[in-house]
């Protein structure tokens, strides 16, 4: 069986909430797309910087990309385990001022005033595949609607080539039906690029549309249990 890109065992967290986060097991292997129920906006925010090595457990261990978090000697080699990350969060920081297409350059070229042709050319590909119309990318960032503010986001994730997108409540800000059109595209670009996903939501309906398997966090135990939901999926 393929080694799993991230491999969590037995990890406690106290972040000085009602209880630590407690997380017993999880697999996620290359090109496997998974949601996560159980996972409140700072819980996820919490379990993602554990995932990234921005933090590290009380107990327990967390290996990404075959290695244990807690044995990345320095700085340089964490920012190469973090490339291998596309973050999807409201705490990436977007500059409304600033166009569309500047904001999903930035994580390619420092240059987004005065765009290179090879950097322009990629844009405009990342822009297409995650459904931005050239309308949106000449706009300021600051006047997007939520779906297209979304697909923005998801965007700067992939904009380099990551192994795992990892999602913090992508749908929080978004009515019903763009909920399931940023699912469908969300599942729709995993898919055809083979990566994997981890989408922490709070929404059963976006979990199951957005991947065929979910798994619920039992908060007391750690333990992480198949939904009902992906169940009646599968029959």
């Known amino acids: 069986m393929d080694t799993a890109l991230i491999e969590v065992r037995d990890t406690v967290k106290d972040y000085r909430s009602l ?3 407690r997380v017993q097991q999880l ?15 700072a819980m996820a ?9 921005a933090i590290l457990p009380d107990s327990g261990t967390i290996t ?7 044995a990345i000697p320095d700085a340089e080699s964490w920012m190469r385990t973090l490339d291998q990350f596309g973050l999807i969060s409201d705490r990436a920081v977007m500059l409304d001022q600033l166009t569309t297409e500047q904001n999903l350059a930035m994580p390619i070229s420092l240059h987004i005033e005065t765009m290179p042709g090879d950097v322009r050319d990629r844009v405009g590909a990342l822009g297409r595949e995650v459904g931005l119309t050239p309308a949106e990318l000449a706009s300021a960032a600051g006047s997007l609607q939520p779906l297209a503010r979304q697909r923005l986001r998801l965007g700067r994730a992939l904009a380099l080539d990551p192994r795992v997108v990892l999602a913090e409540h992508p749908n929080a800000a978004l009515s019903g039906p763009d909920t399931l059109a940023f699912a469908g595209v969300f599942r729709e670009v995993v898919a055809r690029r083979g990566i994997a996903a981890l989408v922490l939501t709070a929404s059963t309906e976006f979990a199951t549309a957005i991947s065929p398997r979910v798994l619920v966090l039992q908060p ?10 992906w169940r009646r999926w599968l029959s």
Do not use: C, H, I, Y
């Not at 697999?27 to 906006?41: H, K």
């Not at 990404?64 to 807690?70: A, M």
């Not at 007391?220 to 939901?229: D, R």
């Open 19 to 21: 209880r630590p986060l």
């Open 27 to 41: 697999d996620v292997r290359e090109g496997e797309s998974m949601a996560l129920l159980g996972f409140d906006q």
């Open 45 to 53: 925010e919490v379990f993602v910087n554990l995932l990234t090595g």
């Open 64 to 70: 990404v990309f075959g290695e244990r978090t807690d």
């Open 220 to 229: 007391a135990t750690g333990a992480l249990k198949a939904s009902s939901a």
